[in-house]
């Protein structure tokens, strides 16, 4: 099964997001454990309420994970790193615009 868009709405139950992303539930739910950045919103019933952020973080794991060939640790690793490299832009831009108001 391929990838789909993502539709818009605010949140998706664990099989919309299996249909979306072409994983099975039981992977989405393993997947939680290893990685930090992949924490679904659960009701008092415990079902998982996943939001776009998350849908869009399940399929960089699955790229990494089986297009790139990295391990889990390894794509770890990876996420982390494009998560710190993001924030240093970040926080680039920030300075930046501060610096703007010093002047």
Avoid: C
């Avoid at 605010?10 to 997947?31: A, C, D, K």
């Amino acid at each position: 099964m391929g990838i789909k868009e993502i539709p818009e709405k605010t949140f998706f139950s664990i099989g919309e997001v299996s249909q979306i992303t072409g994983l099975p539930s039981y992977v989405l739910r393993f997947w939680e454990n290893k990685f930090s950045s992949l924490h679904p919103q659960k009701s008092k019933g415990g079902h998982r309420y996943y939001q776009k952020k998350d849908i869009e973080q399940i399929l960089l794991i699955k790229n990494l994970l089986h297009k790139d060939g990295f391990t889990i640790q390894g794509a770890q690793k990876e996420i982390k790193k494009k998560k710190d490299t993001f924030n240093v832009e970040e926080l680039k831009e920030q300075l930046k615009d501060i610096l703007k108001v010093l002047e």
